[in-house]
């Protein structure tokens, strides 16, 4: 019986979360970025994944003040879809 009770936690967990999600996404964002972050999780899930995660923790955190817009929500995503230099060792024989 306590097995169907933890399943029974985690999906109320996972609904509240999922509803936290959506209220910080409709708080900080315009309706043009949500559509650009909802047509992203078509194409890119994990990196809507990764955007929406940044965007409440900043959101829960206090540091997301403003509404953000589409303009500064593609700009977001250049930064996050940059791709990361790799760091090169180098080895000589002597």
């Not at 097995?3 to 900080?28: G, P, S």
């Not at 890119?44 to 403003?66: C, D, F, W, Y």
């Amino acid at each position: 019986m306590e097995y169907k009770n933890n399943n029974v936690d985690e999906a109320e967990q996972r609904k509240k979360m999922e509803q936290l999600k959506q209220d910080v996404l409709v708080k900080f964002l315009t309706k043009e970025a949500r559509e650009r972050l909802g047509n992203l999780r078509y194409a890119h899930p994990e990196l809507a994944e990764e955007v929406e995660n940044m965007l409440i923790q900043s959101a829960l955190t206090g540091r997301l003040k403003s509404v953000i817009d589409d303009q500064r929500l593609k700009e977001l995503l250049q930064t996050i879809a940059q791709p990361k230099k790799e760091q090169k060792i180098k080895f000589e024989n002597k």
